[in-house]
């Protein structure tokens, strides 16, 4: 076990945690037949065996720093990352040229928080009767941000991908994932999925002013801790762009 003080104290549920680095035959099998699965449930999954503290309360940025550490001391730093273009030739249809990439997992952007750092507070409105209240804006645990993806993936039949890229889905998923951030007395507001519904509803109430600057206050906690380095790099074949993120799981099947 050695003992891994978190990058972020601030934004931090746990502080600190005692891990096992080892993998076991187990955990390889998981990384093995992970295809198709939410990467960070996977890296859940396997830190809840190795972290003996609670993994289900880490943040995101957290559980990213620490399954980068285990994956580095169990399996490497340096992967070849299989990608294919997806740029339209001049006929109209697609490249589809598939390159090896060379990438590290250290490269991920660590960004510590000042030792005086505080969270963001924003104002925000539950009800309009009431009007709109101060809250603080806090990194929720993975456990609730992969909860908010299965709701979209199984209850809303949507793909990872029409989270980024169909309009109505990526502002609906965007605007429940601020509300994970929001906080009063240490109490996170929005619950739950059952509440996921109710909590659409105050998208119409709130001022474009107070949803922007809760969008600008998420965005900021979240820079904290270790974040996916993303490459830009040229197709060989047809000279498009090709833009992807550090692998989560990536290198055990490849």
């Known amino acids: 076990m050695k003992n891994i003080k978190l990058p972020a104290p601030q934004l931090s549920y746990l502080k600190e945690v005692d891990i096992d680095l080892d993998m076991t035959g187990r ?33 995101l940025p957290e559980l990213r720093y620490l399954f980068m550490l285990v994956k580095i001391n169990a399996l490497d730093n340096k992967y070849y990352v299989g990608i294919r273009c997806t740029a339209p030739k001049p006929d109209g249809t697609i490249c589809g040229h598939k390159q090896s990439v060379e990438v590290k997992l250290s490269d991920a952007d660590l960004h510590r928080t000042p030792k005086k750092y505080t969270l963001p507070k924003v104002q925000f409105m539950l009800d309009k009767d009431t009007g709109p209240e101060t809250f603080d804006v806090m990194v929720p ?114």
């Open 141 to 254: 645990r993975a456990k609730d941000e992969i909860e908010l993806i299965r709701y979209f993936i199984t209850d809303k039949g949507k793909t990872e991908e029409e989270l980024v890229t169909d309009k109505a889905t990526s502002i609906q998923y965007t605007f429940l994932r601020a509300g994970l951030h929001l906080q009063k007395n240490g109490e996170q507001i929005l619950k739950g999925p059952n509440e996921y519904e109710g909590f659409l509803s105050l998208f119409d109430i709130n001022s474009y002013k107070n949803i922007t600057k809760l969008y600008d206050a998420m965005n900021e906690v979240d820079s904290y801790g270790v974040q996916n380095k993303t490459y830009e790099v040229k197709c060989e074949e047809c000279g498009g762009n090709l833009v992807f993120r550090t692998p989560l799981l990536h290198g055990l099947s490849d």
């Open 27 to 59: 955990h390889y099998m998981k990384l093995a037949t992970s295809e198709g699965q939410v990467p960070e449930d996977v890296a859940l999954d396997i830190l809840t065996d190795l972290v003996k503290q609670d993994a289900t309360q880490l943040t």
